[in-house]
Antibody
Framework: EVQVVESGGGLVKPGGSLRLSCAAS????????MNWVRQAPGKGLEWVSS????????HYADSVKGRFTISRDNADNSLYLQMNSLRAEDTAVYYC???????????????WGRGTMVTVSS | SYEVTQPPSVSVSPGQTATITCSGN??????VCWYQQKPGQSPVLVIY???MRPSGIPERFSGSNSGNTATLTISGTQSLDEAVYYC?????????FGTGTKVTVL
């Protein structure tokens, strides 16, 4: 079964750090660009970051640039999001999402995980 | 930064057609995707590249994109189509989601 499973969420104080992980299975992970998308409680979807199949192209939303770092380990079929200097407004469910077509960045997200909740609060 | 807007809500009777719009400057120059999200669930891709349906998505879902507006059409709407729908495009390298439209099947 093609799936991605996020982990690593939790409660963290403002200014703190957290590292999210996404474990992929059922497909050739190294062929696909991957993304993080978040959703604040009761709010809409917000794109956070993308990384190409070979990690050569990395992009961030302005809201997280300089604080978050996306990375991947193709040997381990894993995607990561290192989140530093966390703020209350970063509170959200964080989804790992696969880009639909291989070796493509700008396409739809066809595989989503169930998400992991990050709460930033003192 | 690029923005796309959607109406907050759309109501439709069972069996009728629901039309959801997504507006952005010269949106037709970009590919648009649509996602369905039901309460407590992860989003599901229902349309990609303006008008393509992923496997498993019913034919009643269709899309178009022209000028400044992309449209998701649900023909013969069923109660199980009740959800929030998001459009999404790429502003060069940045993903952009619409504000979401709640479709209510009355």
């Amino acid at each position: 079964e093609v799936q991605v499973v996020e982990s690593g969420g939790g409660l963290v104080k403002p200014g703190g750090s957290l590292r999210l992980s996404c474990a992929a299975s059922g497909f050739t992970f190294s062929n696909y660009s991957m993304n993080w998308v978040r959703q604040a409680p009761g709010k809409g979807l917000e794109w956070v970051s993308s990384i190409s199949a070979g990690s050569g192209y990395i992009h961030y939303a302005d809201s997280v640039k300089g604080r978050f770092t996306i990375s991947r380990d193709n040997a381990d079929n894993s995607l990561y999001l290192q989140m530093n200097s966390l703020r209350a407004e970063d509170t959200a469910v964080y989804y790992c999402a696969r880009v639909r077509a291989i070796f493509t960045g700008n396409d739809g997200f066809d595989i989503w995980g169930r998400g992991t909740m990050v709460t930033v609060s003192s | 930064s690029y923005e796309v807007t959607q109406p907050p809500s759309v109501s439709v009777s069972p069996g009728q057609t629901a039309t959801i719009t997504c507006s952005g400057n010269k949106l037709a120059d970009k590919y648009v995707c649509w996602y369905q999200q039901k309460p407590g669930q992860s989003p599901v891709l229902v349309i990609y590249q303006d008008n393509m349906r992923p496997s498993g998505i019913p034919e009643r879902f269709s899309g178009s994109n022209s000028g400044n507006t992309a449209t998701l059409t649900i023909s013969g709407t069923q109660s199980l189509d009740e959800a929030v729908y998001y459009c999404q495009a790429w502003d060069t390298t940045a993903g952009v989601f619409g504000t979401g439209t709640k479709v209510t099947v009355l």
